[in-house]
């Protein structure tokens, strides 16, 4: 093979990394044709297209926005576009497939660190994690109530798993551990782990808890929103490590402050970074954190190990291990 150029958007974990350089040691990848982005910050569009124009693979993160018009800035040579992340809402698939490219993405590996920070979301929000913790340091503690902070039953609850995928599951896996009733709406998923399968209305309505597991799509674009707050119970608790734009934030923020449902907790918030006067952080009931579902130290490094063997067979002209438009290879 002669000597691929690639441009990687961030440093990632060095267990790909490690990957790409075995496959292409300075004789095979010159050194200068392996470009990392070595900022914390991402590059902006520009600078994108700048560093990564006449390469032959892209390794982006999901704070890339990769469209048709940039793949067509980097030029007609691009092989492959290996995504950082599951999700591929930040990357114009159906652009990328016109043009004949392969984009690969990091499924599975990441299942159980989300779903642990989905479990660990709807905790801190049922029993007042944050709050209670805030309470405290701001010097409130006086004594032992009996009232104090009371917070979310577990046991013999109800949770709603909306989107009943790999993490999905892995939700109701764990929630079969706490006894508590599992309700999901996904259609066409199969039943697992006792849970069982409802139409999304009398998910709404019968949940104490509703976790969101579906892609950011625009048939999914504010699939929660005032209508879908209003139907849940006073006493419900919403969490999303989906994407941010799936729920209307502004109608989550009438909720809470009504408390018209008991609280939420938000992994992902739309825009990220959430911009810090937004209503939302005013709010005792809402628990927000940056855009961690998978990060954990050896999730991450086995995203890293997934994007650089997917960057690695794209840029061979081999099928990508893991790839969300295979359609590519039959046409
Ligand atoms: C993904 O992979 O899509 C997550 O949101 C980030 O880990």
């Known amino acids: 093979m002669t000597k691929p150029t690639v441009f990687i958007t961030r440093i990632i974990p060095n267990p790909g990394l490690i990957l790409l ?195 950011f799509k625009p048939e999914t674009r504010h699939l929660v929103n005032a209508d879908f707050l209003a139907k849940m119970k006073p006493n419900a608790v919403l969490v999303n490590t989906a994407r941010g734009g799936v729920l209307d934030q502004t109608a989550l923020y009438n909720a809470l402050k009504s408390n018209q449902i008991f609280a939420a907790a938000l992994d992902v918030t739309d825009p990220e970074p959430l911009p810090m006067d937004s209503p939302l952080l005013e709010l005792e009931n809402c628990v927000i954190v940056p855009h961690l579902g998978s990060a954990s130290k050896k999730t991450r490094d086995m995203m890293s190990l997934l994007a650089a063997q997917n960057l690695i067979a794209g840029l061979k002209g081999e099928r990508l291990p893991n790839c969300v438009n295979p359609e590519i290879y039959t046409s």
């Open 21 to 215: 350089n075995e496959h292409f040691p300075p004789e095979g990848i010159a050194q200068s044709a392996l470009e990392i982005w070595p900022h914390d910050l991402p590059p902006t569009r520009t600078q994108l297209i700048e560093h990564a124009r006449g390469a032959d693979g892209l390794l982006c993160l999901l704070t890339d926005k990769i469209d048709g018009d940039l793949m067509d800035a980097i030029g007609p040579q691009l092989k492959i576009i290996s995504n950082f992340a599951v999700g591929v809402d930040n990357i114009d698939v159906s652009a990328a497939t016109a043009r004949g490219i392969p984009v690969g993405n990091t499924p599975g590996v990441l299942t159980d660190a989300t779903a642990d920070q989905a479990f660990a979301l709807m905790m801190s929000a049922g029993r007042r994690i944050n709050e209670a913790e805030r309470f405290l340091r701001a010097g409130n503690w006086v004594t032992w109530q009996p009232s104090l902070l009371l917070g979310a039953d577990f046991a013999g609850a109800t949770l709603g798993i909306i989107g009943f995928g790999r993490i999905g599951q892995a939700v109701a896996k764990r929630a079969q551990g706490f006894d508590m009733r599992v309700l999901y709406y996904s259609p066409n998923a199969q039943p697992a782990y006792g849970a069982q399968s409802v139409d999304l209305d009398t998910l709404v309505r019968e949940s104490d808890f509703i976790s969101v597991h579906v892609p």
